[in-house]
Antibody
Framework: EVQLVESGGGLVQPGGSLRLSCAAS????????MSWVRQAPGKGLEWVAN????????YYVDSVKGRFTISRDNAENSLYLQMNSLRADDTAVYYC?????????WGQGTLVTVSS | QSALTQPASVSGSPGQSITISCTGT?????????VSWYQQHPGKAPKLLIY???NRPSGVSNRFSGSKSDNTASLTISGLQAEDEADYYC???????????FGTGTKVTVL
């Protein structure tokens, strides 16, 4: 059974940093692109970043370029999102997703709240 | 990076069929065969319903079907059931070296 379990969310002040983690299991992690998708409260879905299986290519939505960094540890079957210079409009549930174009499996999500 | 356009809401009675549209451009929906559809119940993570325009993952009911014409993709739910009441999102590939794009989302109400 495919499982994606996110952790690391929480309350952070504007300008602060947070690192999200995602532990993958139940499939061959090294075969697939991985992504982060977010959903602001009461709003729609947004692709945030994705990363190639070997980590050699990474893409970001314009609003997070230069602030967020996606990475992966294939030895640990883990995906990460380092978020710096956080802003109020980054407040959202962040989902770890298997796939770069089609989100075939989703984690349960972790809530990030940016507020003073 | 504008979102794809979906109707805000669609409703139907049990047993009926409804169709949700997803309109983009020749740079996304119209240019590739990589449109997917997701169902999201309140407080839950989205679930993949359709991938590559018209393919259903294992375990997804055949009441859900997808199609595409020019720059518009569509999701049809046949034999509408109470459990289909949820939010639905489309997504499309937009080419290499960039992220995909989601639709604005459609709330389906079963009357």
């Amino acid at each position: 059974e495919v499982q994606l379990v996110e952790s690391g969310g929480g309350l952070v002040q504007p300008g602060g940093s947070l690192r999200l983690s995602c532990a993958a299991s139940g499939y061959t992690f090294t075969n697939d692109w991985m992504s982060w998708v977010r959903q602001a409260p009461g709003k729609g879905l947004e692709w945030v970043a994705n990363i190639k299986p070997d980590g050699s290519e990474k893409y970001y939505v314009d609003s997070v370029k230069g602030r967020f960094t996606i990475s992966r540890d294939n030895a640990e079957n883990s995906l990460y999102l380092q978020m710096n210079s956080l802003r109020a409009d980054d407040t959202a549930v962040y989902y770890c997703v298997r796939g770069g174009t089609t989100a075939s499996y989703w984690g349960q999500g972790t809530l990030v709240t940016v507020s003073s | 990076q504008s979102a794809l356009t979906q109707p805000a809401s669609v409703s139907g009675s049990p047993g009926q069929s409804i169709t949700i549209s997803c309109t983009g451009t020749s740079s996304d929906v119209g240019g590739y065969k990589y449109v997917s559809w997701y169902q999201q119940h309140p407080g839950k993570a989205p679930k993949l319903l359709i991938y590559d325009v018209s393919n259903r993952p294992s375990g997804v009911s055949n009441r859900f079907s997808g199609s595409k014409s020019d720059n518009t993709a569509s999701l049809t739910i046949s034999g509408l059931q109470a459990e289909d009441e949820a939010d639905y999102y489309c997504s499309s590939y937009r080419g290499s070296s960039t992220l995909g794009v989601f639709g604005t989302g459609t709330k389906v109400t079963v009357l």
